[in-house]
């Protein structure tokens, strides 16, 4: 079935630095991926859409310049947290979809001291 | 745009009672309902999904019911298990889309 992996699981980073999130698709191609959000006990919310060979598409509310997505090929789209503050402590989880289901990476735990 | 609402959002159940957790959507063009199972620091799962055009699908303990006309879905799990206990999460979404709207999640705990 549809694999994607997702690193790191677990990152702590001081407060002013940047974080980058990997997520690939590992035996199919991903032309869209999807970034979500999960605070602790609440749902999952859509952060943005990442699009193969052009710009991602953020939800409203979610800052581009501070969650900067690239998605430069069919396997692989990153998100970077930028001058991340303790407020960024979080999980993310990155997604595609595949054979019209959605396939999820296995999270990164973001604890920003 | 979609709007899911799911309930409860904790549900205790001794082992072999069984579990429902219910859930609405608001767009009529909805067509796709997954549901996934989320356990601690994991990723979501999808366990099982409904398209619009049947009103219920069962796979061994685990079913869900598709109402169109209330639009409202459920997902019954029946002779639960310690190892059921996780986040269950509905969705919904029209289309060929992969965005689902999530709903806020059901904390399900199994007692043994």
């Known amino acids: 079935g549809a694999v994607v992996s997702q690193h790191p699981s677990r990152v702590i980073c001081k407060s002013g630095t940047s974080v980058k999130i990997e997520c690939r698709s590992l035996d199919f191609q991903a032309t869209t991926m999807f970034w979500y959000r999960q605070f602790p006990k609440q749902s999952l919310m859509l952060m943005a859409t990442?699009?193969?060979?052009?710009?991602?598409?953020?939800e409203q509310g979610v800052e581009k310049d501070k969650f900067l997505i690239n998605h430069a090929s069919l396997t692989l789209s990153t998100l970077t947290v930028t001058s991340a503050h303790p407020e960024d402590s979080s999980f993310y989880i990155c997604?595609?979809?595949?054979?019209?289901?959605?396939?999820f990476g296995n999270g990164t735990r973001l604890t920003v001291t | 745009g979609e709007n899911v609402e799911q309930h409860p959002s904790t549900l205790s159940v001794q082992e072999g009672d069984s579990a429902v957790i219910k859930c609405t959507y608001s767009?009529?063009?909805?067509?796709?309902f997954p549901w996934y199972k989320q356990e601690l620091g994991k990723r979501p799962q999808l366990i099982i999904d409904?398209?619009?055009?049947?009103g219920e699908k069962k796979d061994q303990r685990i079913a869900v019911t598709l109402n169109k006309t209330a639009k409202h879905f459920s997902l019954h799990i029946t002779e639960t298990q310690p190892e059921d206990s996780a986040v269950y999460f509905c969705a919904a979404s029209s289309g060929g889309s992969y965005i689902p709207t999530f709903g806020r999640g059901t904390s399900l705990i199994v007692h043994p």
């Open positions: 409904i398209r619009s055009n049947v």
């Open positions: 990442s699009n193969e060979g052009s710009k991602a598409t953020y």
């Open positions: 767009d009529s063009a909805s067509n796709y």
């Open positions: 997604s595609a979809g595949a054979n019209r289901d959605l396939h």
